[in-house]
């Protein structure tokens, strides 16, 4: 006699758009499958692998040293070399705009697959910002090595990183989930995000220090989620001044972008296998 087997079905959500994260945790197997897939995909055939990880922000603090440290003599904050400042203020900015740009990408990078069958489709983009991840875990460790060669130690205050990183990280999946659903109406998306990931590297404190904004514009300036998270990241890092109220710009902006950006994709999915 044979034994009965349980047997899980997905089916097409209701018409009105609502966040099921319930069926998302039932399809949690789904998600880590498809972040492997899309980390193996990542560095397949690749010539030096995750050392991109390292290399890209090493290289771009280097050049960021040599045009605004050397030439330009833009200080960093209280005496941090600006090597320092700037390799950790770029493993953070290619962390949270590889995120964005990935999770952008997702859906219409998984065309076939969309079409072919239903899943809940939310869990491509939740999925594609694993490489990112992974990227940034590879990439501190180089910044925890700079920070003790240039003879700084780490502070106690380092353990709450994972909460910066989660903040980061759910503002790029909020962006990805808007950008994500848009460009499979609009194919044109793709083509904007690096220029908001060139446009947004200049407007935030990455490669020169938050104080250097005119301090008429400061308030304006932080309206940019990542200053707080910046300005946070390396108070936890360095040991530069607590960001304070600054900090509750980025909490609203990654709950609301997150909270919309799941609603209007919600909305959008019912039609992609449609018009993908």
Known sequence: MES??????????ARLPRISLGELWQQRDLVYLLARRDIAVRYKQAAIGTFWAILQPVFLA???????????????????PYPLFAVSGMVMW???ANAMQTCSESTTASAQLISKVYFPRMAIPIAAIAPAALDFAI???????????????????????PV???????????????????????RDVHLLVPFVILVGLFMSPIIYPFDLVPEHLQPLYALNPMVGVLEAYRWMLLG???????????????????VTGAVYFRKAEQVFADVI
């Open 4 to 13: 009965a087997q349980s047997v899980r079905v997905s089916e097409p959500p």
């Open 62 to 80: 280097v050049v960021f040293s040599l045009f605004f440290g050397a030439l330009q003599k833009v200080e960093a904050p209280e005496g941090i």
């Open 94 to 96: 290619l962390f949270f």
């Open 139 to 161: 990439g501190f460790v180089v910044v925890v090595v700079v920070t003790l060669a240039y003879g700084f130690s780490l502070q106690i205050q380092l353990l709450l990183l």
């Open 164 to 186: 910066v990183a989660a903040l980061a990280l759910a503002t790029a999946l909020g962006i990805g989930l808007w950008l994500s659903a848009l460009n499979v109406k609009y």
């Open 240 to 258: 530069t001044d607590w960001p304070g109220t600054l900090m509750l710009i980025p909490i609203a902006a990654s709950l609301i972008l997150t």
